[in-house]
């Protein structure tokens, strides 16, 4: 039986509320579960902060036991400090692959017209004193 450690969710109808449940995970989302072991409120109350309840000791004893946390509860687990934060997705793609990719930094065209003005005088040109224009 795999075990998943997962949000279910509660409230009304544009006021979420979450309880962590531990449960089966063939079962349905709202359905049986084993245990609860916190709950998520992802409003913003008056003081501006999303609340966290959780119940420490049986989520170190459920993961031990090879509970797997679902990608919202491993992120919310990890901004508590229990486990690693895991990487985010879709970094990777979001960072430039090369520095001068990036237009309209300094000293991204810096690096631009110092690369061009090495490449020129390894061919034996002058450099060209144009400015660089990218369009996105």
């Not at 979001?94 to 991204?108: F, I, L, S, V």
């Amino acid at each position: 039986m795999v075990v998943r450690i997962r949000l279910a969710r509660r409230g009304h109808r544009n006021m979420p509320f979450y309880r962590i449940h531990v449960a089966d995970a063939r079962a349905p989302r709202d359905g049986k579960h084993l245990e609860i072991v916190g709950h998520y409120d992802p409003l913003p109350e008056l003081d501006g902060n999303k609340h966290l309840s959780l119940k420490i000791e049986r989520i170190k004893y459920w993961l031990s036991v090879g509970a797997q946390p679902s990608d919202t509860v491993a992120r919310l687990l990890g901004q508590a400090g229990i486990i690693p934060p895991r990487p985010r997705k879709g970094l990777e793609s979001a960072m430039p692959k090369h520095p001068n990719t990036c237009p309209g930094r300094m000293e991204n065209k810096h690096l631009t017209r110092k690369y061009k003005e090495q490449q020129a005088r390894e061919r034996g040109f002058a450099a060209a004193e144009e400015e660089d224009h990218i369009i996105v």
